[in-house]
């Protein structure tokens, strides 16, 4: 009985967390959908599954170990040969402190008691210091790192020819490095959202921070929830610049058999961005435009290949 409990118990265990893992991933693959589906001006246009919102968010996830974190794995390899080195040593220490252990015992004390009269005459000095002195971080971080943000979740619509005429400098930037045919664009799209993980990471940094500042506070809550909400902000954000910046905008590029009058006078590379049972979704690339044909009025459809919408 007790293994059949234990079981059913694993199982239980087993189903919560797979079930919070897919809402995880539904997620950030809903929030990167809908950023690329905004950046194409296909927003409400074209309908998409929880399959799809599944595989955008593990992809997410898979690019951001890949290529953002993978940087930090040889270091954590460094480490880890550097413990099991130091091995040896830290027996040694660790014998030599069982022999002495009465004398290191008064030490111990001796520095326990002089650091709890240095926190009685200045109680909460330093952490007030500390607090304030992250408070002020966070308000830069917030004043130089939002723009950045808006720029790139302010590109939209750029399947269609005439951007709009009020984008800002940043924006601009961002449309000019996502619709030129140079692929060298792309290192400076990665870059761009580096920036941001970055930026995103030192406020889950300073968030940990003021959790520890926080800890002889019956306030601690309250002070780390600005902060907290901020981090929230930032990890909703990170999957729709993901969207925009990395998410490859790369769709089969297609013959198409069919006796539509929308397709006569296509003349360039046409682009399958959706399939239906009702209808297919093309995008002339030479005339900017998004075309809508019903299934029945196709005859045929053969992919040439994958390619990227504007890249050579």
Known sequence: ?????????????LSGSLAGIAAVLYSFGYLVARAQLNLLGLQGLVAQDADHFLQEGAKFLVVLAADYLSPAFP????????????????????????????????????????????????PWSWRKLAFAALVLVLLLRLTTHL???VDVLAVADILYATPVSSESQGSAEIRQWLT?????????????????????????LVVVA???????????????????????????????????????????????????????????????????GDEFVFWDKAARRVLWVPASQVAGVSARASRLLFKE
């Open 75 to 122: 270091w954590l390899y460094f480490a880890g040969w550097l413990l099991l080195a130091a091995l040896p040593l830290l027996m040694l220490v660790g014998w030599l402190a069982a022999r002495r252990r009465q004398a290191l015992q008064q030490l111990a004390d001796r520095l326990a008691l002089r650091g709890t009269q240095v926190l009685q005459q200045l």
């Open 1 to 13: 009985m007790d293994l059949i409990k234990g079981i059913t118990l694993f199982l239980g265990w």
């Open 210 to 276: 003021v959790w520890y500042l926080g800890a002889a506070s019956p306030w601690r809550l309250w002070l780390a929830l600005p902060f907290m909400v901020v981090l929230v902000v930032y990890t909703l954000l990170l999957p729709m610049a993901y969207g925009v910046l990395v998410r490859p905008n790369e769709y089969p590029l297609v013959a198409v058999s069919s006796d539509s009058p929308l397709l006569a006078g296509v003349r360039g590379d046409l682009f399958l961005l959706r399939r239906t």
């Open 147 to 149: 723009n950045p943000f």
């Open 180 to 204: 030129s045919p140079d692929r060298a664009d792309l290192v400076l799209l990665k870059s761009r959202f580096g920036e941001l993980l970055r930026g995103a990471a030192e406020v889950a």
